[in-house]
């Protein structure tokens, strides 16, 4: 028992372990805000006082109900599966170790509230006071969960045996398992569309898929993913393929498959990612395509990436592109959402002074910052499932795939904490040069479509449609899905697929578009079918073949880049 709490503890440590910057404490790191945090409360002692002296009649209101004198204080959270089980409310001590818990934790955040801090300082202490809240919830503790004890008196202690030696193997691994990893291999049973890649550099690999139509729309179509996670999900399984989907369409689909970075490749900066990554992406399509133009989707990051190399181009007077489309992608960060936590201004001077000497930021660091937004899903629901009930996971492609990170090149993910994150030079006109040209969105004039997602925690919906009111010159379209950042995307075309918002009048406010926006059953998908089919050309046999006498057929899809794991070259 004591070695699972002891592995508790290590695994908080591991987890944020990677994103303190070194070197002593800045205002932004948990530390510098704590300092100001104790500041600010003994500045205020006559509310610190009231507050401590409301959270103790309320203590005294959970003894009085644990003997049966008092109704029970603290109902769990709507949603909040950690207590569902009924063990929690059949025997008093853990009721009132829940109760307890729920207590404390409004008690903590309400006295973050309550503190004199600038905005920012206290939006970001809270985030960290919620990581500790979560964190030492009872139900992460063997002792104190009840439903851990039960089952391991069930099972004469097996599945706490069986629960050290998940632990030992994923403490082996660098992350936490959240899927039964040994179901799926890519290219077996994930990203399976067929087809074949046409060109390769040390980047990216560039796969055309096969038609399955007999005649498709003659200008091709080029996907654009994230460089920190892998293209592949957005071709999952045959029944959530989003490229599988537009490949029956009629489109001829393209996609980066972007190269995780080895050590020795540590020198890419963003520049590399916008030159040798999009714009030559686009270049190839467009002969293989035999197109003056074709269109292109950014999803995430990719989406800035490709915003960026659009700039690059109109300042070069290059217009290659018949219509663009952003899928959860930020033009503007001014409000980037919960990750702006992880950005600290020190942590990216130092690494800065770096970026001649090269390195790599770990794709298991960025895939723990991902992980800490909802920790109580994402971590501590399989610390609980895995190692304190020592049970497997069931298969999930779309956790197998969140656990297959990518690296990055140092200069080129400091650059962007930089002028995204921190500066928001994106959304400011020549605010920032890339392959020597000053960057300026406000001179896009090609029909844009920006897809949000309505819950989304990476890329917040209302963040997103200020891409709305910034981007210049082509008519733009704006549409709103249901669900979150990965399951508001991939929402395959089927009865019962969620729904989205569309509305075709667009007020500076986010508020007031949705207020006044239209809800359509169904996916997303079909809207951005009906808005790129008219632009993409007439209909022309479908192509035999992959490639062209220039750029030939590498080797089959999924390719070699998407298969390397985190740590190999």
Known sequence: MQSLTEANRQLLENFTSGLRPAGGASAATPSGLFEQFMQGMLGNTQQ???????????????????????????????????????????????????????????WLNELVDGVPMDESSREKL???????IDAMSPSNFALTNPEVIKLAIDTKGESLAEGMRKLSEDMAKGYISMTDESKFTVGENLAITPGAVVFQSELFQLIQYTPTTETVYERPLLFVPPAVNKYYLMDLQPEN??????????????????????????????????????IKAAEVVRAIGKQDKINVLGFCIGGVILATSLAVMKARGLDWFESVTFMTSL???????????FVDIKQIEQREAKMAEGGVVSGKELARAFAMLRANDLIWNYVVNNYLKGKTPPPFDLLYWNNDSANLPLPMHTFFLRNMYVENNLAKPGAMKVCGVPV??????????????????????????RGTQLLGGGHIRYVLGASGHIA?????????????????????????????????????????????????????????RAGNRSFDIIEAAPGSYVKAKVGSA
């Open 48 to 106: 610190l006082v009231d507050m401590q002296s409301s959270y103790y009649q309320q203590q005294m209101d959970l003894w009085a109900g644990l003997f049966g004198t008092r109704d029970k204080q603290q109902p769990a959270a709507r949603g909040d599966r950690r207590f569902a089980a009924p063990e929690w409310a059949q025997y008093p001590f853990f009721d009132y170790m829940k109760q307890n818990y729920l207590l404390s934790a409004k």
């Open 241 to 278: 393929s989003m490229v599988r989907h537009f490949v029956a369409q009629g489109y001829t689909v393209f996609m980066v498959s972007w190269r995780s970075i080895p050590p020795e490749m540590g020198k890419l900066s963003w520049d590399d990612y916008v030159e040798s990554g999009v």
């Open 126 to 132: 809270g985030f960290y006071t919620q990581q500790f």
């Open 440 to 465: 300026d969105v406000t001179q896009y004039t090609w029909p844009t479509y920006i897809f949000a997602a309505r819950e989304d925690h990476i890329v917040p919906w209302q963040s997103a449609y």
């Open 488 to 544: 508001g995307s991939i929402n395959p075309v089927g009865p019962g697929k969620r729904n989205y918002w569309v509305n075709d009048r667009y007020p500076a406010d986010a508020d007031g578009w949705l207020a006044e926006a239209e809800s359509k059953p169904g996916s997303w998908w079909q809207d951005w079918d009906e808005w790129l089919a008219p632009r993409s050309g007439k209909q022309i046999a479908a192509p035999t």
């Open 331 to 341: 033009i503007d960060h001014t409000e980037p959402g919960d990750l702006k936590q």
